[in-house]
């Protein structure tokens, strides 16, 4: 008996010291951790400015709210109307109407992709000594080789291509949905690095991302730093999700919003599982977490921009301001929120500061870090939310300089103002109240420090102003590179690629600098 004891106390005694070594060990790794921080930039799909608990109680997202309030929440942080031209603020710090991707994303078979001649953000964090990872959605041209991740400094890739699939088969369709025949065939596109990634047929990618990413976390090493990029799949259409995510929703009777909230509690959640593996593998107290939506949330699949005025895809605010912020045990001070103008071509800059290394001369993007710490004077006072090339005697765009945003053109539709679909809501026709016909040629100014909602339309009121922002617009204007939107082209079709999307059907265009 007693010896039984006496073993079981030695090993309860070895466990101790077990413990004890382990935690030596832990302290020593993170003690020789480098000085040079992981960056871990994280980009959700279509969410919404009401889609995130901070600025909507009735989502839960625990986890991204204690990254938020323990870091600094970013209140003004602008993106793209639509992915494509997003990504390509992030990875390049330019604004899409200087790179030639302003109008739109890159379509299924659209021969077309982000000109080699800029460079990418790994590519430079790779000269810093950088190990280099993506793991979700790509959406910056697949045709060619040379426009795919792992040809753009990125180490390895994990994900996918394009700019929407199936959640569970990783499937789509290589037409665009409005000419999609009703029996039109779906095709894989999932890659691991260059290979077509086939075994995850039924796993959910918000799941298969989480774990792809928690596991490559516990192969890398804390002493090499780290650029893990993770934009995910979440919570872009079509609205799919395990029902243990949607069921924390009964009390949401419409089953579009419903569903989306539960697709975005899942989103929360395999961050939340990043978040723990970034700790346990030593890398978290020397890392700068960021996190930022891509476009607006879209009304019409469950998303939510309430009270901002629009949609994805639309120059108001509801289609352009987004949830986003920074967490980092490295920050000075934290759980604050600044109102301070943010733009997506900044996160190049910033990230590249933080990394003790300086952006290309020439981009459009601003190094905030200083910012983001809570320190001098804020340094971005003017934006250009976007300019469209679609015909060169009209302009369609929008600028925003101070306090004050001018849009000239169409804002975009819908560009109404849509609460929270409580019943069946996602009908849009009864919201035909708010609604206005995106009238071409219209000009609006709104100041938007005091008219956040964009409902008092200044333009008669205060012409000067009109004129000084429309002079700078068209400015800007003159700088433009034209867009590169070529026509589809049958030779990407993926029945003649072994059925799965695949590059090697286009000339890429630009020469690569590096
Ligand atoms: C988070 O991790 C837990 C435990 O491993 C797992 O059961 C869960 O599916 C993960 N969640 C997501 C969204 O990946
Ligand atoms: C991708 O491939 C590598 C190398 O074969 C493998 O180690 C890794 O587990 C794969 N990743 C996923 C998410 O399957
Ligand atoms: C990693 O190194 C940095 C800089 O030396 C230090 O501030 C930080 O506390 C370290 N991280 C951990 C987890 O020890
Ligand atoms: C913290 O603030 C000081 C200036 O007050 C600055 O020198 C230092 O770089 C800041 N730390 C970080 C991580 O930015
Ligand atoms: C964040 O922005 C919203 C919308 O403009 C505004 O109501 C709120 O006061 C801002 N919060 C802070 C702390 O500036
Ligand atoms: C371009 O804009 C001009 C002036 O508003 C208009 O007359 C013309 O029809 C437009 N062209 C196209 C192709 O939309
Ligand atoms: C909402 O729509 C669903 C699916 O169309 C329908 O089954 C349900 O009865 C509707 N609920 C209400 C309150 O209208
Ligand atoms: C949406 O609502 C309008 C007006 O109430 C109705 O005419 C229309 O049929 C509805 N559409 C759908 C898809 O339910
Ligand atoms: C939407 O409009 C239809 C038709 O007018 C109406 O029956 C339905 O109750 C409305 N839904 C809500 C949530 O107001
Ligand atoms: C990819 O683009 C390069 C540069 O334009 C070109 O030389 C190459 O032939 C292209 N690859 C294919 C398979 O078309
Ligand atoms: C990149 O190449 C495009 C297409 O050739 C060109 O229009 C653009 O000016 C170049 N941009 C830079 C920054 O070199």
Not at 447 to 453: A, G, L, S, V
């Amino acid at each position: 008996m007693s010896h039984i004891r006496g073993n079981t106390m030695v090993n309860v005694g070895q466990n101790i010291l077990s413990f004890y070594i382990l935690l030596t060990l832990t302290q020593n790794i993170q003690g020789q951790n480098t000085s040079t921080p992981h960056i871990v930039l994280i980009v959700a799909d279509d969410l919404g400015w009401n889609d995130v608990s901070w600025n909507n109680p009735d989502i839960k997202t625990p986890n991204l709210e204690r990254l938020a309030l323990g870091g600094v929440i970013l209140n003004q942080s602008y993106v793209q109307p639509v992915c494509t031209p997003s990504r390509t603020a992030f990875m390049t710090g330019y604004f899409p109407y200087h790179v030639g991707r302003q109008n739109t994303y890159i379509h299924h078979l659209q021969p077309s992709g982000v000109f080699l001649n800029y460079t990418y953000l790994p590519e430079k964090l790779k000269q810093l000594g950088y190990s280099t990872h993506v793991v979700g959605k790509w959406h910056l041209g697949y045709c060619n080789w040379s426009y795919t991740p792992t040809f753009r400094g990125f180490d390895s890739f994990f994900g996918y291509y394009l700019g929407s699939e199936d959640y569970y088969t990783h499937e789509t369709h290589p037409s665009e949905f409005k000419n999609r025949g009703l029996n039109e065939q779906l095709f894989l596109d999932f890659r691991n690095n260059t290979k077509p990634a086939k075994g995850y047929d039924g796993i959910y990618s918000t799941q298969v991302f989480s774990k792809a990413t928690t596991e490559l976390i516990s192969r890398l090493s804390p002493r090499v730093p780290t650029f893990l990029y993770l934009p995910f799949q979440a919570v872009h259409s079509p609205l799919e999700v395990p029902q243990k995510y949607q069921d924390m929703y009964n009390n949401i009777k419409d089953v579009n919003r419903r569903k989306y909230s539960g697709m975005v509690t899942a989103l929360d959640e395999a961050i939340g599982n990043i978040t723990i593996a970034l700790k346990k593998f030593g890398f978290y107290g020397n890392s700068i977490i960021a996190f930022t939506t891509d476009n607006g949330g879209q009304v019409y699949a469950g998303g939510n921009n309430w009270p901002l005025r629009g949609n994805k895809d639309t120059l108001w605010e509801g289609g352009t301001r987004g949830p986003a912020f920074v967490h980092s045990p490295l920050l000075n001070r934290t759980g604050f929120v600044t109102d301070n103008l943010f733009h997506a071509v900044d996160w190049l800059p910033t990230l590249l500061h933080v990394a003790h290394g300086q952006a290309d001369p020439g981009i459009d993007g601003i190094d905030q870090w200083n910012m983001i710490n809570g320190y001098g004077t804020p340094p971005r006072n003017e934006f250009i939310y976007n300019i469209y090339d679609t015909n060169t005697s009209r302009t369609r765009g929008a600028i925003r300089v101070g306090d004050y945003k001018l849009i000239i053109g169409s804002g975009g539709s819908p560009s109404g103002w849509f609460p929270p679909p409580t019943v069946n809501c996602t009908n849009l026709s009864n919201y035909t109240i708010y609604q206005q016909n995106p009238l071409e040629d219209q000009i609006y100014l709104f100041n938007i420090r005091n008219d956040p909602t964009e409902h008092h339309n200044l333009v008669t009121s205060s012409p000067h102003i009109v004129d000084k922002l429309r002079r700078r617009l068209l400015q800007h204007k003159a700088t433009m590179i034209p867009a590169d939107d070529p026509p589809d082209d049958p030779k990407g079709n993926p029945k003649l690629w072994n059925n799965i999307f695949s590059p090697g059907w286009c000339k890429a265009k630009g020469i690569k600098r590096f």
